[in-house]
């Protein structure tokens, strides 16, 4: 994957949240949005 630099569209991805539901990036296209990836320490 190529590396992402200021300005750049994010590419689409699909995460699971911490209720076990997907979200895609897609959904939220146009609007600001903040992802926190936390390490699973177990």
Known sequence: MP????GDLAPDLTLTTLEGQ????????????????LRHLG
């Open 3 to 6: 590396k992402i630099k200021p």
């Open 22 to 37: 997907s979200v895609a990036l897609r959904d939220y296209r146009g609007r600001p949005v903040l992802l926190v990836f």
